[in-house]
């Protein structure tokens, strides 16, 4: 396969925490000899447990922090603020402008992503009607229930229209509705030509919608899958024990 | 630019909704009602009383809501990852971090000019006369927290915790005031004393230069011009500004 037919790629990416103390530093190794490819147009999960590295590997991605090592490719790039422009993210339980309307938040989102006022409104429309966005799309989201905010997040997310879509735990506090309403999203999403990279800890949930899953254990993949339904948690477990 | 303006608008509205914003509205309100009826108790001094616990009440809060602002920016909302929404979209990481310090000016001066009008109500119902420099004082209260804000992002980008950031802040803000007094114990100083004094000039911001609420100073700058201790001011805050920016843009979230 082409480069330019992959979403993302990592090449032996390292990545170590430092952590200033007054006559110390302290070094968690978060990813080492990090390799991995996600192709474009797949559902990918990316699992394993606490501290394995997966926020870490979405981060580096998308350029908040910046690896020590090896290669990064998003969407055949260097991760840059130019790339970004065609990825959306949608983090872990993030604490959300709170005074700010879901409305408000599209718009400064949007202005961020380059789009003029008119794409902006259209763009606007178009994730409301995909997330049923309209009845709280005014209210403060200080205000909004947990099950809207992460409407509102994904909406926020999508509000460029981004060919990549990056999610981090995107289950997280969600009721059993609230899962069932994000699952059908993502697969629309996907149906709609969007690649999809997102980390869980649910592994029912990643086996119902993921073509292919990798199991990160102590900073790098332990094994990258095809996902057949009902052999998920068993490959997880052998890999992660 | 366009990034930068409508990162400052949406700081603004998001800063004016706040109940913090609110709460320090109606503390600054009862300080002036408070001094309002104190300053009954001595008819010599009842406006000067209310003027001057107005005009200090007006500075410190509005310096503790800029100090509260500045924090969330810089430190609160990277810890509760409020920040990833911007930062991973195509924006140049300077330009967001200079239209929050713009918003949180923004929202001083809102806060600055509201709690003007209450203090400037009170003071002519008790039969005050109000002069120029009454009224510049509130722009020079607002340069203050300009400074101030710039150093507290600064700060706070660099800080481990929440509490540190304000402690630091507070106390670039305590020296900052104390510049003017120690000008005056240097010939008493040893002269490495007076090196570090200097420096310390340099660094801290000088607010003695913007000090128009005193009263003696306050004429001084009437005389010699208000437009250097102005540029100053601006010099000031953007030189750390753009420190800030540079820090920001190497920081791991």
């Known amino acids: 396969m082409k480069n330019s037919e992959k979403a993302l790629e990592f090449r032996k990416v390292a990545k170590i925490y430092r952590k200033n103390h007054f006559f110390k530093t302290t070094r968690t190794t978060a990813l080492q000899d990090f390799s991995l490819e996600i192709n474009k147009g797949e559902i990918f999960c990316i699992l394993g447990l606490n501290g394995a590295g997966k926020t870490t590997a979405v981060k580096l991605a998308l350029n908040l922090i910046f690896p020590d090592s090896g290669e990064i490719r998003v969407l055949g790039e260097k991760p840059s603020p130019g790339v970004i422009r065609r990825v959306g993210y949608v983090p872990e339980n993030p604490y959300l402008f709170p005074y700010l309307s879901a409305r408000e938040l599209f718009d400064l989102m949007g202005i961020l992503s380059g789009l003029d006022s008119a794409t902006r409104r259209a763009a606007e429309e178009r994730v409301c009607a995909f997330l049923t966005l309209e009845t709280f799309i005014d209210k403060k989201i200080g205000e909004c229930s947990k099950g809207m905010q992460q409407r509102i997040l994904l909406a926020q997310a999508l509000i460029h229209d981004p060919e990549l879509l990056i999610l981090d735990e995107p289950y997280s506090g969600l009721d059993p509705v609230g899962i069932s309403q994000m699952r059908q999203y993502i697969q629309k999403l996907n149906t709609g030509g969007k690649t999809i990279i997102m980390t869980s800890h649910l592994i029912a949930e990643s086996e119902k919608i993921a073509g292919r899953a990798g199991i990160l254990k102590g900073g790098h993949p332990a094994k990258v899958i095809d996902v057949k339904k009902g052999f998920l948690e068993k490959e997880f477990l052998e890999a992660v024990q | ?253």
Not at chain 2, 78 to 104: H, M
């Open chain 2, 1 to 253: 630019m366009k990034a930068v303006r409508n990162v400052a608008k949406y700081t603004l509205l998001e800063n004016a909704r706040s109940r913090s914003f609110s709460l320090s509205l109606v503390f600054i309100a009862f300080v002036f009602v408070s001094a309002f009826v104190f300053s009954r108790l001595s008819e010599v001094v009842e406006i000067r009383a209310i003027r001057d616990i107005g005009m200090g009440a007006v500075q410190f809060f509005s310096f503790l809501t800029a100090l509260f602002f500045a924090v969330k920016v810089a430190f609160v909302e990277g810890q509760n990852k409020t920040i990833y929404l911007p930062l991973t979209r195509p924006v140049k990481r300077g330009e967001y971090i200079f239209g929050r310090f713009l918003g949180i000016v923004l929202s001083a001066a809102l806060e600055i000019a509201a709690m003007g009008m209450l203090l400037t109500l009170l003071l002519l119902i008790k039969g005050a006369q109000l002069d120029s420099f009454y009224f510049v004082s509130y722009f020079f209260i607002l340069l203050k927290i300009m400074m101030i804000t710039a150093v507290t992002i600064l700060i706070s980008l660099a800080s481990t915790s929440q509490a540190s950031a304000f402690i630091f802040s507070f106390l670039v803000w305590i020296t900052g005031h104390s510049l003017g007094e120690v000008e005056f114990l240097l010939d008493e100083m040893s002269p490495a004393m007076v090196t570090l004094v200097r420096i310390f000039k340099w660094v801290f911001p000088n607010y003695t230069l913007l000090n128009m609420t005193d009263y003696v100073s306050g004429r001084f700058m009437a005389q010699a011009g208000y437009l250097p201790a102005v540029l100053y001011a601006f010099f000031y805050a953007f030189a750390v500004m753009w420190l800030a920016a540079a820090v920001f843009d190497k920081k791991e979230f």
